[in-house]
């Protein structure tokens, strides 16, 4: 290397910190000899300078829309929180304040009496939208387990001997729960569940074997000529039923789910009270995961039938008005596999997952199909993950499976200015559940040395990850399923 | 002399709200001072208008949390810029912030915005290009040691030693000046 190189190579690391005493020397001696390398010295020191001042580019205005509010809606909720209480500060004497204490005991027991009526009223969460977090529903080794909302202090709903129960699903009002009930060992019938919050009451409000619909799902019905039979439903240790994806309609009184029979499955509605369970989607589409639009008059489900019928569909609960969202998807790639499709919580707009040339993508897609975007594109993730949105509709959160066995971070997206997606840090599987009141998310991650799954509360500002208690000690075993939180009055 | 407040009084509220506000107040006021030098640092290492707001985006969210958590940053300027480095760092191979056509499920308009002008009309095209011809690390520690980050700040956010940071910055300037210079149509 020549001499000038060498110099100017002392000359850049002179920017960056003091030379040592033989190295400035050298410099110090070449630049009095070569004018050409002083330039190119004094040039090092501008390039410097010009990359200090390269222009201001203002962020675009949706950008400071959203940074903005996340500055200002933190704020917001952090001045609710507790006061803090100051060391070495006097604490004030009521007692010694005489009539003012007087008064204030009687402002006290005047609100007493306005909280005991208003309580009495039992007062109910809104259907969608921000409400206070209640109790966490999830299965934990085939049981029903409820915890309060940080997560703690477990109470088993459910104890049957002879059955396994999963899928624990509030219903938007915050006083049942809805699961499925499967019977052992033969797991040749299964049962929806409805019971109070407290357990109370638990009753089945359908079983598989007795809904002589479901059979229609494995007869071949666009085959000319087939006969329509009903009637129980024959199941086996060779034929797989299941029920799953359970939704409650907002009014609280019916429950949507997927029937799946030998993987073929369609979307059904049972009442809630029991009085019935109709199916409402084409089993050629092979409709699974359906959610209530807030309004109650859609339901949206995907399909994975492939051939070109993948895709977001929307159907009325009587089964019609059948159409897809979006259009674009039908003739692009019949080889489209969808996950499930969400409504926000205005009910204008509907988040997906599908994996389109490999690449797992979220999109939130307008009602009428016509404004259909990607939200997120990551070709080293897996999906299996469904985007869900937070309460108040501003953003979006899903998995991202980047690690193993499915697992990955949650993706965090700010949906209304599309300015933010940020990672929380746990690697987690499964589901993303909101808290009602968005300051957290829950979702399962692998218990370490116990090859079963717990679930873990992360909170969104922070990205700080708490594992939730994970046993009850009389239902044993650390296997959570999917979370449901309760939703309550504000 | 007046006895101190207890925390259940009237006058501790008001002095835990006003605190919680300061915060705030403090938060709006980094935003609108670092904003948009920020953005132009992270759209020098990234080449991409989007990608460049994700980050900045995310280092303030980021800000906010620590802010929150009490632990606000000795020199907040210093970190974002570092923060913001790391960022681009770590999204480096990802595509996953794939949302620039997700504006228009949101009702902008049609007509552009003076930011949008503004970045329009670029006059650091030639050293951008320059930087553009660099590999991503050595971008990002030009831009963090010309903030005035020393090499061991340039180094833990892009995950080096104090030593090989000064190796990469070192290189990195020659680099960028020979790049230049060709631009300039100088033989060297």
Known sequence: MSRHRDALRLAAGALDGPLGERDSRMLAAHLETCAACEVETELLTIDQDRIRSLAPRPLSAQTRVAVLADIRSTGASSSTRTWRVVPGVRQTNWLATGPSFLVLLAVLVALLVIVGIVASSRRLPPPVGPARAGMIASDLSGHIVVTDPMGQHPVQLTSGPVAVDSDPTWSPDGTRLAFIRQDQPTDVNAHLMVMNADGSAEHPIASIATVPVVTELYLPTTVPGAQLARGPLKVGPNRRVEWLDLAWSLDDRRIAFTASVDAKSSIFIADADGSGVVRISDPMIRGQHPTWAPDGRTIAFTSTAGGGRSGVYLIAPDGSGLRRVPESYRSIDPTLSFAQATWSPQGDRIAYAVVADGVPQVHISGIGGDSDVTVYAEPDAGMDSVPQWSPDGTRLAWIAATGQGGSGPIELANAEAAATVRSLPPLVQGEVVWAPDGSRVIAREEAPGWGAYRLVMIDVTTGVASAMQVSTGAAGGNDHGDGSWQRLAP | ?188
């Open chain 2, 1 to 188: 002399m007046d006895e101190p407040a207890g925390v259940d009084s009237p006058v501790f509220a008001v002095k835990v709200v006003a605190a919680s506000d300061d915060i705030e107040a403090l938060l709006v006021a980094t935003f609108e001072r670092e904003q948009a030098r920020l953005n132009a640092f992270a759209y020098a290492a990234t080449h991409d208008t989007s990608a460049a707001e994700d980050a900045v985006a995310e280092a303030f969210a980021r800000l906010v949390a620590e802010v929150r958590a009490g632990r606000t940053p000795d020199t907040i300027e210093a970190w974002l810029f570092r923060v913001c480095g790391n960022l681009i760092l770590s999204r480096g191979r990802r595509t996953s912030v794939a949302r620039r056509a997700l504006g228009r499920l949101v009702d902008r308009g049609a007509a552009r915005s003076p930011e949008d002008a503004a970045i329009e009309r670029e006059t650091d095209s030639e050293l951008l290009a320059a930087l553009g011809r660099l590999g991503r690390d050595a971008r990002v520690a030009l831009l963090l040691a010309a903030q005035g980050l020393s090499a061991a700040e340039v180094g833990g956010a892009i995950g080096r030693t104090p030593e090989a940071t000064r190796t990469l910055l070192c290189r990195s300037r020659l680099k960028l000046r020979d790049e230049l210079a060709h631009g300039e149509g100088f033989d060297r």
